[in-house]
């Protein structure tokens, strides 16, 4: 039997309303419970893992989805949590909310986005009021959990360090490491560095490796996660060290912005000036030469971040994990002449 599309275009049940639960039901043919199961995150050890996957291919036909409202006031739980990160225009940071947010939908949960603008304190106040309120559990960019929350909170800090909650983080190490390695074995030995201008622990990280591997402090400039003022920073530090045959960015957003300022300055990229990036964003791919990276999959980070969560809200308690990070050679990157 066909279904009726409805006028916004969404599939509609037997009835000709909403698909509802016992639409996806009917299709696998079991309970409107096992829906409910599947949909409320209480099917391990209670449904096969086949009928799970069969209701979601259902649903997923259907075009159904699950009503959070309705379902919070019936169970008194809200099944939302939030995710705070520090600027939402950082294109990063979209791949992590979508990770995050596609592993909780196929859980049942909603994700609450809340962007801080790089204001730590923002952050945490409002992740604060909201744990206070509606939400279940937090996921936590660079923001340190509110002073109350102990161990057992339900909260995970991502790309942070924080006692006693679990934690998972790129290999900011690792990534600096192989990107200084690659420069290195290109032949450069007048290395710069343009840093974040936040003073977080991924950061502290990627400076301290490069000062290792440099043996010492390399000629640095700092910026926030804009082309212009990244642009600014790498100006000035091409002008105070025109000898640079190569730079290290932070960030490929910091990488773009060295591509306007070596532009600005008549040099031509990997000929004048080799430049690596981190973070594998695609504005590396469009750059002309495409930008030598440290890539990082920000959806598998969010995802991971998520499950993460998830087990403690079942009362499990998750290892913090460090996420493979890797270098990625493109043509911004060659020896010095």
Not at 31 to 58: C, D, N, Y
Not at 103 to 114: N, Q, S
Not at 205 to 210: A, G, S
Not at 319 to 327: A, D, F, G, K, T
């Amino acid at each position: 039997m066909r279904r009726r599309v409805g006028r916004a275009g969404k599939l509609r049940g037997l009835s000709g309303e909403r698909v509802t639960s016992v639409d996806v039901a009917r299709r696998v043919g079991v309970s409107q419970s096992t829906v409910s199961l599947v949909f409320s995150g209480k099917a391990a050890g209670r449904i096969s893992a086949r009928t799970e996957a069969a209701v979601r291919e259902a649903a997923a036909e259907l075009g159904y989805r699950p009503n959070a409202a309705a379902r919070a006031l019936k169970t008194g739980a809200a099944r939302t949590i939030v995710l705070v990160v520090p600027d939402i225009t950082n294109p990063f940071f979209g791949g992590l909310l979508r990770g995050a947010q596609t592993a909780a939908r196929a859980a049942g949960y909603a994700v609450a986005l809340i962007d801080t603008d790089n204001d730590r304190d923002w952050g945490a106040a409002s992740a604060e009021a909201l744990h206070a309120g509606p939400a279940d559990g937090l996921l936590l960019f660079e923001v340190d959990p509110p002073k109350w929350a102990a161990g057992s909170e339900p909260i995970v800090v991502i790309e942070s360090e924080s006692r006693g909650h679990p934690s998972v983080r790129l290999d900011a190490e690792g990534g600096t490491k192989a990107a200084v390695d690659h420069l290195l074995a290109l032949g450069h030995r007048k290395i710069g560095h343009v840093a974040s201008v936040h003073d977080l622990p991924t950061f502290r990280l990627r400076r301290r490796t490069v000062d290792r591997m440099l043996g010492g402090p390399p000629p640095r400039v700092r910026s926030n996660f804009a082309l212009d003022e990244a642009r600014a920073a790498m100006l000035e530090l091409l002008d105070a060290h025109p000898e640079l045959t190569a730079v290290f960015c932070d960030d490929d957003v910091l990488g773009a912005g060295a591509y306007l300022a070596a532009r600005e300055r008549g040099l031509r990229i990997p000929d004048d000036l080799s430049i690596v990036g981190f973070g594998g964003l695609d504005i590396g791919r469009v750059l002309d030469p495409p930008l030598t990276t440290v890539a990082a999959d920000s959806a598998e980070l969010g995802r991971v971040a998520f499950e993460m969560l998830a087990a403690l809200l079942a009362g499990r308690r998750p290892r913090s994990r460090v996420m493979h990070v890797e270098l990625v050679v493109r043509g911004s990157s060659a020896p010095p002449r």
